[in-house]
């Protein structure tokens, strides 16, 4: 260990104590089950969020009073309206929707079949026979558009986007036109971490007479997202990510209420009938969001997210965006420093503004070195070809969390302590 080194991993840590002893959120960390066995840093919160104290008691107590207690009434009691009310929580403390816009219920991949076919059939006959998406969407999103252009007939219009950074709104503006039926985007790239310009990219998008979905899986809960004002016009995404939901969560979906009755999703199931227990023949839609609503709703895999909701509403999001981008400059300083000089890149934008949550580096060896990281509890996720991705939950990660995790990166890079 060289003396020069010593003191700027000090000063590092100096600087890392600095910034959580001066962090307005530092104390919602303490509501987390930390585990048993501790990991160094966790540093995944994107991929899956931790769990919190509030949740274990929370499911605790729905198998005792309400499932034990209220038995096959629960239903009738309340039950039937969760994915309306939690909807609405969830499009009130994350996603700037009205009350009435949005449903939890099934996955995101499901959801986005749903929402996307129905766009593309209200588009029928109109001329309107592409769908605008990105080279570097998310792969179950490329697959879903796949399936259903395969299925309707329609054509696939992709953007090639850099996946160190993002589709851009000129961009967006080169692909749309007067065949384009909807163009659906992730509102932040969950390799690079880029941040599209939403509002502007919806604009474009309504200019050239299109309908426009975002999926929000990486940026509900880290990201400030205003739908109404935006004029989305559909969204999914996930609650295991950032909103801390746990491991299969069912996901939301937004549907503004100018399409309600209008767009209608496929999956014509007796929950989303305007009259479940009338049983009668014949489907007749829910006029509101609930149409979106198929089968029987996963009660029990709400109960989590409404926990991680309401934590995320008594910090908010501001404060949450806040950290976020502290955190993620953090990490690039830290990067900067430490690791850059031994050959890794950062495939993430510089720009907070155009940045989410996390930070990509990269190395042509970095799926073995996530292995060693994981080895030393220290847990980023690996995405192909040569990614590390560092996820960083405002709610739950520390800076000397994002610390320990650079320093165990730089060890093994190096092949020096630190
Ligand atoms: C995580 C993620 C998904 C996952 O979809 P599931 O149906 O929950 O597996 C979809 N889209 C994006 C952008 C994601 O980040």
């Not at 993002?166 to 992730?186: I, N």
């Not at 939403?198 to 739908?227: N, Q």
């Not at 995404?237 to 979906?253: E, S, V």
């Amino acid at each position: 260990m060289t003396v020069t080194q010593d003191t700027r991993v000090d000063r590092w840590r100096r600087e890392a104590l600095r910034l959580d002893a001066a962090d307005p959120l530092a104390p919602f960390r303490d509501e987390f089950l930390l585990g048993a066995a501790p990991v160094t840093a966790y540093l995944d919160g994107n991929s899956l969020g931790r769990p919190l104290r509030a949740t274990a008691t929370a499911l605790d107590a729905f198998v005792h009073e309400q499932w034990g207690g209220r038995l096959i009434r629960g239903w009738t009691d309340a039950w039937m309206r969760w994915p309306e009310d939690l909807g609405d929580l969830v499009g009130r403390v994350a996603l700037g929707a009205a009350a009435g816009r949005t449903v939890v219920a099934d996955s995101t991949t499901v959801l986005l079949y749903k929402l996307v076919r129905a766009a593309v059939d209200a588009a029928a006959g109109t001329g309107r026979d592409e769908i605008v998406t990105d080279t570097d969407n998310f792969p179950t999103d490329r697959y879903v558009l796949e399936g259903i252009a395969a299925e309707r007939g329609l054509t696939l219009r992709w953007i090639e986007t850099d996946p160190a950074a993002g589709v851009t709104l000129e961009q967006v503006r080169a692909a749309v036109g007067p065949r384009t039926a909807l163009a659906t985007f992730s509102h932040v790239a969950y390799r690079s971490g880029h941040l599209a310009d939403a509002p502007g990219i919806t604009r474009a998008v309504h200019e050239a007479g299109g309908l426009v979905l975002w999926d929000l899986c990486h940026s509900a809960g880290s990201v400030e997202i205003a739908l109404d004002d935006w004029g989305v016009d559909l969204a999914v995404g996930c609650t295991y990510k950032y909103l801390n939901g746990g491991p299969g969560a069912p996901a939301f979906a937004y549907l503004n209420a100018r399409h309600h009755g209008r767009l209608l999703q496929p999956v014509h199931g007796w929950m989303g009938h305007a009259d479940p227990f009338a049983m009668g023949r014949g489907y007749v839609p829910d006029p509101g969001v609930r149409q979106l609503v198929s089968g029987t709703p996963p009660v029990v895999g709400m109960v989590p997210v409404r926990t991680g909701v309401e934590q995320l509403e008594r910090a908010g999001v501001a404060a949450v965006r806040a950290k976020s981008v502290q955190l993620t400059s953090f990490a690039l300083e830290l990067a900067d420093d430490l690791l850059v000089p031994a050959g890794v890149e950062v495939a993430s934008p510089r720009d907070p503004a155009r940045r989410g949550g996390h930070v990509t580096l990269r190395r042509d060896d970095f799926r073995a070195v996530n292995d060693r990281l994981w080895d030393e509890d220290v847990l980023p996720d690996f995405r192909a070809p040569d990614g590390i991705r560092l996820g960083l939950a405002p709610l739950s990660t520390s800076f000397g969390e994002v610390l320990d995790g650079v320093l165990a990166l730089h060890r093994i890079v190096t092949g020096e302590p630190s």
